[in-house]
């Protein structure tokens, strides 16, 4: 299993401003995943992180907005850019597990960070 | 792409009894994996159960088992012995053979009641 520290773990921040999230993972990984979970809903994924190359966005995120860094295979930083109120959620981060030996069968996530923009 | 659904929004049970969450999922391919993941109050997403589509016996977990049905698309998750500390949201997740990253569903929040 992998151990996953993220900081901060919350944070009330004004609009207009920005935000690094960081996540270290205890071991190297190769993939590296940040979701978002609205409140009260699901876990919606906002990019994919591989080291030494850009992050991979979903569907109604970009980079300006959202950018990531992944300087190597233990860590990775979401920035939340311009925050507005729609920007609070629960933002977590996530490393591909190998369950049964097999690599990418399974996900390990921190604890998550609780942004609130007032 | 594919799509998980849980129908339910809200359940509760009474403490040392059985309750079963639902979830059904659409997808084209043959070879995927199928998850359930608890996630409680602390918000911290923990992994309660995990089965392979390629495998057809159900997988069990000490209290909790499947019920993998793949014609059906259905992959409901039964809790034996309910205990206070199974109060949490549950989210059915969906991961392809072919890619890493997870498909959630809506979640569902149960409550045991003592």
């Known amino acids: 299993s992998a151990v996953i520290s993220q900081k901060p773990s919350r944070d009330i921040c004004q609009r207009g401003t920005s935000l690094t999230i960081q996540c270290q993972v205890d071991?190297?990984?190769?993939?590296m995943f940040w979701y978002r979970q609205q409140p009260g809903q699901s876990l919606t994924l906002i990019a994919t992180?591989?080291?030494?190359?850009?992050?991979?966005?979903e569907s109604g995120f970009v980079i300006d907005k959202f950018p990531i860094s992944r300087p190597n295979l233990t860590f990775s930083t979401l920035t939340v850019s311009n925050m507005s109120p729609e920007d609070s959620s629960i933002y977590l981060c996530?490393?591909?597990?190998?369950?049964?030996?097999?690599?990418?069968?399974?996900?390990?996530f921190g604890q998550g960070t609780r942004l609130t923009v007032v | 792409a594919q799509t998980v659904t849980q129908s339910q929004p809200e359940m509760s049970v009474q403490e040392a009894e059985t309750v079963t969450l639902s979830c059904t999922y659409d997808?084209?391919?043959?070879?995927?994996?199928l998850f359930w993941y608890k996630q409680p109050p602390s918000r911290q997403m923990i992994l309660v159960i995990r089965?392979?589509?390629?495998?057809?016996q159900n997988a069990t977990e000490n209290r909790f088992s499947v019920n993998f049905q793949k014609a059906a698309k259905s992959f409901s998750l039964k809790i034996s012995d309910s205990q206070l500390g199974d109060t949490a949201m549950y989210f059915c997740?969906?991961?392809?053979?072919?890619?890493?990253?997870?498909?959630f569903g809506p979640g569902t929040r149960l409550s045991v009641l003592p």
């Open positions: 997808t084209s391919e043959n070879n995927y994996y």
């Open positions: 996530s490393v591909e597990g190998a369950a049964g030996g097999k690599v990418g069968t399974e996900a390990f």
């Open positions: 089965q392979e589509a390629y495998k057809q």
């Open positions: 992180a591989n080291q030494g190359s850009e992050a991979t966005y």
């Open positions: 997740a969906f991961m392809s053979h072919y890619g890493q990253n997870f498909v």
């Open positions: 071991s190297q990984v190769t993939m």
